[in-house]
């Protein structure tokens, strides 16, 4: 089922801003954290400088410059996730999609290489694999499409046959070809399946119950009982 909504819904889904989710999804691990925090103390560093060797007059561009390094450590993070959104948002059409997990399977993916050398002074390459979790997702029109994503305890639930709803984007309005998706929501589940939290999800919830009881069939019309005559 494919359904097409308005496009101030789609940004309702999708807001400029970073949720609370997406802030999290780029605060990163404990490394990144550290990363951010040596740039903002380089930038520092860059600030006093220029203090020390532009003339009188550069005030505001000093202050202004010393303001965005030192929390560059706190904003970055917002501004990856606002970037990101607006990437998707960019996309003319939007349309809630309703289908079924017809295939679950787990991989281990290749996530990257290390080079270090051993006791014997021999190099080694070591390499950082991920197990994967793979939805294969398909909806009574035909339509298939498949999402891969970091494996977590709380997918070990996901069955084939489970009713799959995501956001679907495109350029037209038919929404003929679809050009993103969003994360998945499993409704049997309450839960969400995606690598990273596109949606304001607890609008998008509110959005799969309203259309979920547009699309429910309606009950058939009662017939008037016949009234009895007495004698």
Known sequence: MLIPITREKVKELIPIVATAEQYRYYWGKLSDVLGRVLISLLGALLSLALQLTLPPGFEILEFSLAIVFALYWLWRPAYRAGRRNVDYRRYQYGGFWRG???????TEELIGKEETVNKQGELV?????????NLDLEDDTGFTTSLQVPLQRDHR???AGDVAEMLVMSNRPDLSRIMQVSDIYLSDYGAWVSDYPHLKRDTFVAVSRELGRQSAPKPPPRKPKRSQNRR
């Open 100 to 106: 079924e997990v017809i295939d679950v399977f787990i």
């Open 125 to 133: 390459v070591i390499e950082n694999r991920e197990r994967r979790l």
């Open 157 to 159: 639930v996901i069955r």
